[in-house]
């Protein structure tokens, strides 16, 4: 068991969850703060609570989930440009959970979930990519989850 934690826990994808999940903690306690302390637009609070969490969350997935030596103005081109789909995205969403009346910690948490899924292999084949062939690359998410699949179900087994 304790090997299975420890294959898991240096996989990309669990790190990439990990500092993710932290990011989402200062992404929601910005937007918090900015929207009921501050008492500015809901859209203009989920977009400073985002980017409010840019720096936190570039530096720990490019180091430390996907041990990038890639060139660091080319990622920052391209996470720039992600970051802006998903800030999009991620306010069109709280708002739209605001509007319905069910609340924008609960649209936070739909439009994170969401951006989650997508940006995982963004990350890794296009923002942070470690110049694998565009065959092995595209595969390589799955091989991820299968691969922590397939570690479970032996540590459960044995």
């Known amino acids: 068991m304790i090997g299975f934690i420890r294959r898991t826990a240096s996989t990309s994808l ?17 937007l918090t703060f900015a929207f009921q302390v501050l008492k500015w637009p809901l859209w203009v609070a989920t977009g400073a609570g985002f980017w409010g969490s840019f720096f936190f969350n570039y530096f720990l997935q490019k180091h430390f989930s996907f041990n990038s030596k890639s060139s660091p103005f080319g990622a920052v081109i391209r996470y720039s440009a992600l970051l802006a ?38 990350y890794k084949h296009w ?14 998410g799955a091989n991820d989850a299968a691969q922590a699949a397939g570690q479970l179900r032996q540590s459960t087994e044995g």
Do not use: C
Not at 127 to 140: D, L, V
């Open 14 to 30: 669990f790190k990439y969850l990990l500092i993710g999940g932290l990011s989402f903690l200062l992404d929601l306690g910005l």
């Open 127 to 140: 923002i942070f990519p470690h110049g694998k062939s565009s065959a092995r690359a595209s595969s390589a």
């Open 85 to 122: 789909v998903n800030t999009v995205a991620t306010m069109g969403i709280v708002e739209f959970f605001q509007f319905v009346g069910a609340g924008f910690v609960a649209g936070k948490v739909v439009s994170t979930a969401l951006t989650t899924a997508w940006n995982y292999l963004i």
